[in-house]
């Protein structure tokens, strides 16, 4: 087996990582300008959380060069193999389309008892998964923001699973990673745009998982981060509504008491 880095497997493993702060700057820009679609005082990511984003921006990178380095594996350790992001599979709209979706699925589903699970152990949560919620008040780059044994689990291992399963080519599984980092950083963005087209096809958006940081919300909506299928099965759905703020913007109100 030969281990050498070509430019598809650069391209697949850089793709994401522009993608991100590419698509973060956007909506940081953005955040400046649409205070009447902030679900928070822009003034409150600085005041409420408790990370610096110095220390958010160091951590990203970090998790980001892990990602870089664990991809590229992934593409030597399968590269040629008849499944498993193999590169001389069909590209075929209808392939690649089930392959987003198998994809999609695995991830869902991979990630909601993982997060779940992190929030009800509480050494995890206090050694491990806390780091994220650091954030109260979440913003577009802080989106993968974790400490590096969670990105190790969350990001790394399951991506690399669902890119995998569904058998993924270096190229497909680029724009996966990166259509995953565009709707984590939409999550993570505060901002209720009208026109935001993942607010359009998915019920799982920045309000739904915005609720699941609050102080109050860390144990309703773990789905992440496409679907809220699970949350719904299991009974950690939180249902919400949207009140406009006189200040300008939105506020969150839970539709269910909250359990202690």
Same mark, same amino acid.
């Given at each position: 087996?030969?281990?050498?880095?070509?430019?598809?497997?650069?391209?697949?493993?850089?793709?994401?990582?522009?993608?991100?702060?590419?698509? *973060? !700057?956007?909506?940081?820009?953005?955040?400046?300008?649409?205070?009447?679609?902030?679900?928070?005082?822009?003034?409150?990511?600085?005041?409420?959380?408790?990370?610096?984003?110095?220390?958010?921006?160091?951590?990203?990178? *970090?998790?980001?060069?892990?990602?870089?380095?664990?991809?590229?594996?992934?593409?030597?350790?399968?590269?040629?193999?008849?499944?498993?992001?193999?590169?001389?599979?069909?590209? &075929?709209?209808?392939?690649?389309?089930?392959?987003?979706?198998?994809?999609?699925?695995?991830?869902?589903?991979?990630?909601?008892?993982?997060?779940?699970?992190?929030?009800?152990?509480?050494?995890?949560?206090?050694?491990? %998964?806390?780091?994220? %919620?650091?954030?109260?008040?979440?913003?577009?780059?802080?989106?993968?923001?974790?400490?590096?044994?969670?990105?190790?689990?969350?990001?790394?291992?399951?991506?690399?699973?669902?890119?995998?399963?569904?058998?993924?080519? =270096?190229?497909?599984?680029?724009?996966? &990673?990166?259509?995953?980092?565009?709707? &984590?950083?939409?999550?993570?963005?505060?901002?209720?745009?009208?026109?935001?087209?993942?607010?359009?096809?998915?019920?799982?958006?920045?309000?739904?998982?915005?609720?699941?940081?609050?102080?109050?919300?860390?144990?309703?909506?773990? &789905?992440? =981060?496409?679907?809220?299928?699970?949350?719904?099965?299991?009974?950690?759905?939180?249902?919400?509504?949207?009140?406009?703020?006189?200040? !300008?913007?939105?506020?969150?109100?839970?539709?269910?008491?909250?359990?202690?």
């Amino acid at each position: 087996m030969a281990f050498e880095i070509t430019n598809e497997m650069l391209v697949g493993s850089l793709m994401p990582v522009i993608v991100y702060w590419v698509y *973060g !700057g956007l909506h940081t820009i953005l955040g400046y300008s649409c205070n009447n679609y902030r679900l928070h005082p822009k003034e409150d990511e600085d005041e409420k959380n408790f990370a610096s984003k110095k220390t958010v921006i160091k951590g990203v990178l *970090g998790q980001q060069f892990r990602q870089f380095i664990a991809t590229n594996l992934l593409y030597m350790i399968t590269r040629g193999n008849d499944t498993g992001a193999s590169s001389g599979q069909s590209t &075929s709209f209808f392939v690649i389309a089930r392959q987003f979706i198998v994809a999609m699925f695995v991830f869902d589903t991979y990630q909601y008892f993982l997060h779940r699970y992190l929030h009800q152990n509480k050494f995890l949560y206090k050694h491990l %998964h806390s780091k994220h %919620h650091r954030l109260v008040v979440s913003y577009p780059f802080g989106a993968i923001y974790s400490h590096p044994i969670e990105g190790l689990l969350f990001d790394i291992i399951g991506g690399t699973m669902a890119i995998y399963i569904s058998g993924m080519s =270096p190229l497909t599984s680029a724009f996966f &990673s990166s259509f995953c980092n565009m709707k &984590s950083v939409d999550d993570h963005c505060g901002l209720m745009l009208p026109w935001n087209p993942f607010h359009i096809f998915f019920t799982n958006n920045t309000a739904y998982h915005d609720l699941h940081h609050q102080l109050y919300g860390g144990k309703y909506n773990f &789905s992440q =981060p496409f679907f809220s299928i699970w949350d719904k099965i299991l009974g950690t759905y939180m249902p919400y509504s949207l009140e406009k703020r006189e200040e !300008g913007g939105f506020k969150l109100r839970p539709l269910k008491e909250f359990k202690n």
